[in-house]
């Protein structure tokens, strides 16, 4: 390319866009991903296909632990992977602010590839948008995925019962806080790093072994209390966490502390939370733990009966309602 | 986590809880000052542990919570200047005044940037000398001297577009004016640990004397909140009322004279209302004469518009511990952290969240 950084002529459909997508775009994803045609045609696996989209706006496009290439295929694949389903292909829309580094722009993609290459999926259709400056991040990416959903896999929140255990693939609220610090510049050192993972092998182990699941939420934005609660409202169930097995990690939780926030309002990337029925709780936790990304996994609470609710059990006795945050997570001030 | 763990011990919560029950031939009536101990409390679950051993009522140290809604509406109008960059903490964003919020201000196309310190703002004022940042520099003593620092570093760097809406406010006076009252319930106080860290236990020793009521400087953590009543139930069960420092771990009994030092330089004491209280002699500060160019309300022209009336909110009582924020008819139904009618529910350290959100009552 003879220029260096992103200009509105990359996106005119012009010879400028198609030196992008030539010498940038489709090298980086691998040659054979993405064809010259306007969709791709795909030959379908029997039975039942999950599908999803999602939007990916973080700043720092950059940060400890990832970026937003690696965030865009992991959240799409998670979502697929909360269907019970085996993730198998995505789509990549990108929108870029003129005057974004081209060196970013193949970092992102690298990264996208990377993880797409590492979690068995295929990008296979993409789109390509310039903005101009002021009217972007850098980056937006978009990313659609299609799943294919294993036979007689029902997983259905409703089927939450009294009794069942509530589990926590690993440490909760890692990914807001790593955000917040790299974007607010607080310098903790070392760098909280985010926890953006594929969960899909973690679930596929699940399921495989034969868990009944009843529940699978990836607590993202709202954190876990925003997931419990949905899964609290879907079942009828008052779910009650104990709160001294909750997982968080010593540099999250501090972090936590000084800023006077919640790590369980804070969101995951690489996390998920499932309901099992008490007898299968033992084996779902050692089947998770022997899966990378689920290594930490521990039970964290139980649904009961009575009304919907997310209720925190402190070593004292004393229950405290947990609720939803407003909105974004405000500091304190004192 | 380490420094933290100990003091959130379940077994010592549950035997100090014991001593101080077994301490008290009565239920006493006390006050936490600070919106962090009010937090605290009721994350713990103290108010439920010592339900029938002490009542815990709430003060108002909540530096949100008392900021008038003048000078929320002078905020407002600075955000509609072009030029001006307006920075505060991220709780003061939906604090209702006659005008609306600063949300609404910035969503309206007001800058608005949320800082976690008022140097912060001097790193702007560097970046935009074609800006004027204006610092909305509210909080008790404990973040005077951040913004009594920042007005300094502004001197010495000979910035000239660094402005200050002052709103800082004073705890001794406020509690002297609640003990002053004819309602008054006050039977002991535990003073904020935070702000002796600054001020030392000196400024309390008078209104101990005067008021004959035991202060106890107190902590933050369940296991100091716990340690600071206990000793408080026990100079009331001994009929003494002295000054006691409870959280010497942290608050030396002469504070910190370096930042007391800075405060002293760039600000004065000052009248000022407390919302929900009126008008208190000496319980803000303002800036000195000398630091008078830094003053965003006379370099502006501000003048608020008339001050809207509080509705159904009970805000004012809840802030003087006359009422609690379940008293209120509007409390987790008209008022709700979304909808918030009085600050107590918008801020982190206000009773009525706190309340909301650990109690989960409505």
Same mark, same amino acid.
């Not at chain 2, 406020?174 to 009252?181: F, G, R, V, W």
């Not at chain 2, 303002?286 to 608020?304: K, S, T």
């Given at each position: 390319?003879?220029?260096?950084?992103?200009?509105?002529?990359?996106?005119?459909?012009?010879?400028?866009?198609?030196?992008?997508?030539?010498?940038?775009?489709?090298?980086? =994803?691998?040659?054979?991903?993405?064809?010259?045609?306007?969709?791709?045609?795909?030959?379908?696996?029997?039975?039942?296909?999950?599908?999803?989209?999602?939007?990916?706006?973080?700043?720092? =496009?950059?940060?400890?632990?990832?970026?937003?290439?690696?965030?865009?295929?992991?959240?799409?694949?998670?979502?697929?992977?909360?269907?019970?389903?085996?993730?198998?292909?995505?789509?990549?829309?990108?929108?870029?602010?003129?005057?974004?580094?081209?060196?970013?722009?193949?970092?992102?993609?690298?990264?996208?590839?990377?993880?797409?290459?590492?979690?068995?999926?295929?990008?296979?259709?993409?789109?390509?948008?310039?903005?101009?400056?002021?009217?972007?991040?850098?980056?937006?990416?978009?990313?659609?995925?299609?799943?294919?959903?294993?036979?007689?896999?029902?997983?259905?929140?409703?089927?939450?019962?009294?009794?069942?255990?509530?589990?926590?693939?690993?440490?909760?609220?890692?990914?807001?806080? #790593?955000?917040? #610090?790299?974007?607010?510049?607080?310098?903790?050192?070392?760098?909280?790093?985010?926890?953006?993972?594929?969960?899909?092998?973690?679930?596929? #182990?699940?399921?495989?072994?034969?868990?009944?699941?009843?529940?699978?939420?990836?607590?993202?934005?709202?954190? #876990?209390?925003?997931?419990?609660? @949905?899964?609290?409202?879907?079942?009828?169930?008052?779910?009650?966490?104990?709160?001294?097995?909750?997982?968080?990690?010593?540099?999250?939780?501090?972090?936590?502390?000084?800023?006077? =926030?919640?790590?369980?309002?804070?969101?995951?990337?690489?996390?998920?939370?499932?309901?099992?029925?008490?007898?299968?709780?033992?084996?779902?936790?050692?089947?998770?733990?022997?899966?990378?990304?689920?290594?930490?996994?521990?039970?964290?609470?139980?649904? @009961?009966?009575?009304?919907?609710?997310?209720? *925190?059990?402190?070593?004292?006795?004393?229950? *405290? *309602?947990?609720?939803?945050?407003?909105?974004?997570?405000?500091?304190?001030?004192? | 986590?380490?420094?933290?763990?100990?003091?959130?011990?379940?077994?010592?919560?549950?035997?100090?809880?014991?001593?101080?029950?077994?301490?008290?031939?009565?239920?006493?009536?006390?006050?936490?000052?600070?919106?962090?101990?009010?937090?605290?409390?009721?994350?713990?679950?103290?108010?439920?542990?010592?339900?029938?051993?002490?009542?815990?009522?709430?003060?108002?140290?909540?530096?949100?919570?008392?900021?008038?809604?003048?000078?929320?509406?002078?905020?407002?109008?600075?955000?509609?200047?072009?030029?001006?960059?307006?920075?505060?903490?991220?709780?003061?964003?939906?604090?209702?005044?006659?005008?609306?919020?600063?949300?609404?201000?910035?969503?309206?196309?007001? +800058?608005?940037?949320?800082?976690?310190?008022?140097?912060?703002?001097?790193?702007?004022?560097?970046?935009?000398?074609?800006?004027?940042?204006?610092?909305?520099?509210?909080?008790?003593?404990?973040?005077?001297?951040?913004?009594?620092?920042?007005?300094?570093?502004?001197?010495?760097?000979?910035?000239?577009?660094?402005?200050?809406?002052?709103?800082?406010?004073?705890?001794?006076?406020?509690?002297? !004016?609640?003990?002053?009252?004819?309602?008054?319930?006050?039977?002991?106080?535990?003073?904020?640990?935070?702000?002796?860290?600054?001020?030392?236990?000196?400024?309390?020793?008078?209104?101990?004397?005067?008021?004959?009521?035991?202060?106890?400087?107190?902590?933050? +953590?369940?296991?100091?909140?716990?340690?600071?009543?206990?000793?408080?139930?026990?100079?009331?069960?001994?009929?003494?009322?002295?000054?006691?420092?409870?959280?010497?771990?942290?608050?030396?009994?002469?504070?910190?004279?370096?930042?007391? !030092?800075?405060?002293?330089?760039?600000?004065?004491?000052?009248?000022?209302?407390?919302?929900?209280?009126?008008?208190?002699?000496?319980?803000?500060?303002?800036?000195?004469?000398?630091?008078?160019?830094?003053?965003?309300?006379?370099?502006?022209?501000?003048?608020?518009?008339?001050?809207?009336?509080?509705?159904?909110?009970?805000?004012?009582?809840?802030?003087?511990?006359?009422?609690?924020?379940?008293?209120?008819?509007?409390?987790?139904?008209?008022?709700?952290?979304?909808?918030?009618?009085?600050?107590?529910?918008?801020?982190?350290?206000?009773?009525?969240?706190?309340?909301?959100?650990?109690?989960?009552?409505?």
């Amino acid at each position: 390319m003879t220029t260096d950084v992103v200009r509105l002529t990359h996106g005119g459909g012009g010879r400028m866009q198609a030196k992008l997508l030539d010498e940038v775009i489709l090298p980086a =994803l691998g040659a054979r991903a993405l064809g010259a045609a306007d969709a791709a045609v795909l030959d379908a696996p029997g039975g039942r296909l999950a599908m999803t989209t999602d939007s990916f706006v973080v700043r720092p =496009l950059f940060f400890p632990g990832g970026d937003i290439g690696r965030l865009a295929v992991h959240g799409t694949i998670n979502d697929l992977a909360m269907a019970g389903a085996r993730p198998l292909w995505l789509t990549l829309g990108l929108i870029l602010e003129e005057g974004l580094p081209l060196d970013d722009l193949r970092r992102v993609l690298a990264s996208v590839q990377a993880a797409a290459e590492e979690c068995g999926v295929r990008v296979v259709a993409g789109d390509t948008k310039v903005v101009e400056t002021g009217h972007g991040d850098g980056v937006y990416i978009n990313t659609s995925g299609v799943g294919a959903v294993r036979e007689g896999t029902r997983i259905d929140p409703a089927a939450i019962r009294p009794g069942d255990v509530l589990l926590a693939s690993g440490d909760l609220g890692r990914h807001g806080v #790593a955000i917040l #610090a790299a974007r607010e510049h607080l310098g903790l050192e070392p760098a909280i790093p985010s926890d953006s993972a594929s969960v899909a092998e973690a679930v596929a #182990a699940l399921l495989e072994a034969g868990v009944p699941v009843h529940a699978l939420r990836d607590p993202t934005r709202g954190g #876990a209390v925003a997931a419990l609660q @949905e899964l609290s409202d879907a079942s009828g169930c008052r779910l009650v966490l104990d709160d001294a097995a909750i997982p968080v990690r010593e540099d999250v939780h501090g972090a936590c502390e000084i800023l006077g =926030l919640d790590p369980l309002h804070s969101a995951c990337e690489g996390r998920f939370l499932a309901a099992v029925p008490a007898d299968y709780a033992d084996r779902a936790l050692s089947v998770l733990r022997s899966v990378p990304v689920a290594a930490g996994a521990v039970a964290i609470g139980r649904a @009961e009966p009575g009304e919907a609710v997310v209720i *925190r059990r402190l070593a004292t006795g004393v229950e *405290r *309602r947990v609720i939803l945050p407003a909105g974004e997570q405000l500091p304190r001030i004192c | 986590m380490k420094h933290l763990d100990e003091y959130r011990d379940p077994a010592l919560i549950l035997r100090q809880v014991e001593a101080i029950r077994a301490t008290c031939t009565r239920r006493w009536t006390l006050m936490e000052v600070c919106g962090g101990q009010t937090h605290a409390i009721l994350r713990h679950g103290l108010d439920e542990l010592l339900a029938d051993a002490v009542e815990l009522i709430h003060g108002p140290g909540c530096p949100v919570c008392v900021t008038p809604a003048e000078t929320l509406d002078q905020a407002v109008l600075l955000t509609r200047r072009p030029e001006v960059m307006l920075c505060t903490f991220g709780d003061m964003l939906r604090v209702p005044g006659a005008l609306g919020d600063l949300n609404a201000a910035r969503a309206a196309g007001g +800058e608005v940037r949320v800082m976690y310190s008022p140097l912060d703002a001097v790193a702007l004022a560097r970046e935009h000398p074609e800006r004027e940042v204006v610092l909305l520099a509210v909080g008790f003593e404990t973040t005077a001297p951040a913004a009594a620092i920042a007005v300094l570093q502004a001197e010495a760097l000979g910035l000239a577009n660094l402005l200050l809406l002052v709103s800082h406010s004073l705890v001794p006076p406020a509690m002297e !004016a609640l003990l002053a009252d004819p309602d008054n319930r006050i039977q002991g106080f535990l003073a904020a640990g935070h702000v002796c860290t600054v001020e030392g236990a000196a400024a309390y020793h008078a209104i101990a004397e005067r008021f004959r009521v035991p202060i106890v400087v107190t902590g933050f +953590e369940p296991v100091d909140l716990l340690a600071g009543i206990h000793a408080c139930v026990e100079q009331l069960e001994r009929g003494a009322a002295r000054v006691e420092n409870r959280y010497d771990r942290a608050a030396p009994d002469d504070g910190n004279a370096a930042a007391r !030092a800075a405060v002293s330089r760039v600000f004065e004491p000052v009248e000022r209302e407390w919302r929900g209280m009126g008008r208190l002699p000496a319980s803000g500060l303002g800036l000195r004469p000398e630091y008078a160019r830094f003053d965003a309300v006379a370099r502006f022209g501000l003048v608020p518009p008339e001050a809207i009336g509080d509705g159904p909110c009970i805000a004012g009582q809840v802030l003087r511990g006359l009422g609690r924020p379940t008293d209120c008819p509007a409390f987790g139904r008209d008022c709700t952290p979304d909808t918030p009618l009085g600050a107590p529910m918008v801020s982190s350290e206000g009773a009525c969240a706190a309340y909301l959100h650990y109690r989960g009552e409505a």
